[in-house]
């Protein structure tokens, strides 16, 4: 590439028809706004520098763009076109030395980068104006239609509601994709009118404009429309979404992962998976989720910035910001909050709670347990019942179980509280007093039995 390439992702839109309070781009995609997932796009097609334009309730759209791209406001919602020209001093040295701009509509999030980089390239190996991405559609009611002449050059784009019967027939659409030398873009900008059926400024009106001056004006054909696809909808959004899930699933496939049914597993643009990894049906992985090679996750699990080791076994497990050791395993029904961090082997097993607590390596907490602000160490085992009662209404507290400790069933750990390594608790304790390494701690009151007491019972009651 002779001059590095800018992106402009056009943001300011409200979307009237999502029927939301939340401005059309910040909708999300298995976890990431439809925005971002343009302008990671732009980033991933080796865009250097990319402009986002807001306008439409912009404060919560910036949020999502600040840190990464160059934000500018369009004021005044005037069309596509007013849209570009408020770039123009964020990209006035593209302008001045004619690098690539390339247009992307902050809507549209299945473009990909491939289709990106064929557009900056056709544009510069063509020294074009501009390269519009186009597509056949059966129905291509609504889009911007491509006129050709009888050669097949491209002259202009009319849009639906000011195309003649004759130029609503066109099938090939445009998409709203483009790459455009920047100072053929800027020259022509100032140059679009609104007399038109809507009164707004078309940036497809730029086509014209520099064909008319003399410079070269393409369309690029896609493939796959698909990618072409706005979201202007719930329904398009659901139609988007269910694109994207097979397309990463259908990458972590290849490079894999099986998959009982791939329909019935959503994994977010961040996740890393590795080899002969598992996925079980209604299995959900999301946000900077990793799960190493060789674990089985699901059915019914969701973990979302987990990170899971090697040959782990997550059975119907929620984990939020967790981290899950080699031949850990979980549920089913575990559910595991931030800060748990489950050491080589161990377990957390049904119906069991567990936050902010490291298990250690080969510990066992098998059944019906919450253990929060615990250290445990190694190859404990905690009986079944069994609660680190952390919280005493206003501030939370500690526990610590040595290693090797036996913590019988249905003991209540009264934090602050330590029970040594070896320690023996007796089932039903309630522990609120430290427990020496090594000893047996029993918190009971003395077990009442009056011989033959029930058989006289019944035989009263037989008698009445
Ligand atoms: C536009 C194209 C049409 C194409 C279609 C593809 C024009 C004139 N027409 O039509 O040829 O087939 O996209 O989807 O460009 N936006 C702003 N500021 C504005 C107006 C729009 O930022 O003042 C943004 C919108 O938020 C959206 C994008 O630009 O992300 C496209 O605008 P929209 O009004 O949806 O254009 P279409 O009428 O769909
Ligand atoms: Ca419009």
């Known amino acids: 590439m002779a001059t ?27 976890g990431k706004p439809l925005v971002r997932w343009v302008v990671d796009a732009a980033k991933e097609a080796g865009a250097a520098s990319v402009v986002t334009v807001v306008g439409h309730a912009r404060e919560q759209v910036e949020p999502l763009v600040c840190d990464d791209t160059h934000v500018v406001v369009q004021q005044q919602r005037n069309g596509t076109a007013g849209a570009v020209l408020v770039c123009k001093d964020a990209l006035a040295h593209a302008a001045l030395v004619g690098a690539p701009v390339v247009v992307l509509s902050g809507d549209s999030p299945l473009i990909t980068p491939g289709t990106i980089s064929r557009l900056m390239e056709t544009c510069e190996e063509n020294d074009a104006a501009v390269v519009a991405l186009t597509m056949e559609l059966e129905n291509p009611f609504g889009y911007g239609r491509i006129i050709r002449d009888e050669s097949g050059q491209v002259l202009r784009i009319v849009e639906q509601k000011d195309a003649t019967p004759e130029e609503a027939a066109v099938r090939e659409c445009n998409s709203g994709f483009y790459c455009f030398n920047a100072h053929d873009l800027f020259e022509a900008l100032v140059r679009v009118g609104n007399n038109n059926a809507q009164g707004e400024l078309y940036l497809t009106d730029v086509l014209e404009i520099c064909r008319t001056a003399g410079r070269p004006v393409m369309a690029l054909r896609t493939e796959t429309a698909e990618e072409c696809l706005g979201v202007n909808s719930r329904a398009q959004l659901a139609e988007a979404t269910k694109i994207m899930q097979r397309r990463i699933n259908a990458r972590h496939m290849a490079a894999g992962v099986t998959m009982w049914d791939p329909d019935q597993v959503w994994i977010g643009p961040e996740v890393t998976i590795g080899q002969d990894v598992e996925l079980l049906p209604q299995t959900y992985l999301l946000g900077r989720t990793s799960v190493g090679s060789g674990s089985v996750i699901g059915p019914n699990s969701r973990l979302t910035d987990t990170t899971v080791g090697q040959c782990c076994r997550m059975d119907e497990t929620v984990a939020v910001q967790a981290c899950v050791d080699a031949a850990a395993t979980c549920g089913p029904r575990a559910y595991l909050r931030p800060g748990t961090h489950l050491c080589e082997g161990a377990k957390a097993g049904t119906h069991v709670e567990i936050k902010k607590s490291t298990i250690g390596k080969g510990s066992k907490v098998p059944h019906l347990s919450y253990i929060g602000d615990t250290i445990m160490g190694e190859g404990v085992n905690v009986g079944a019942g069994s609660i680190t009662c952390n919280y005493d209404g206003k501030n939370k507290w500690q526990t610590t179980i040595g290693d090797d400790a036996f913590i019988g069933s249905d003991t209540m750990m009264v934090a602050p509280v330590a029970i040594g390594a070896g320690a023996v608790v007796g089932a039903g304790s309630t522990i609120t007093k430290d427990v020496q390494a090594g000893s047996l701690a029993v918190e009971r009151s003395n077990q009442l039995e009056v011989p033959g007491w029930a058989d006289k019972k019944r035989a009263s009651q037989a008698g009445e």
């Open 4 to 30: 590095a390439a800018a992106a402009i992702v056009l943001a300011a839109g409200a979307g009237t028809r999502m029927k939301s309070d939340k401005p059309k781009v910040t909708h999300e995609i298995l």
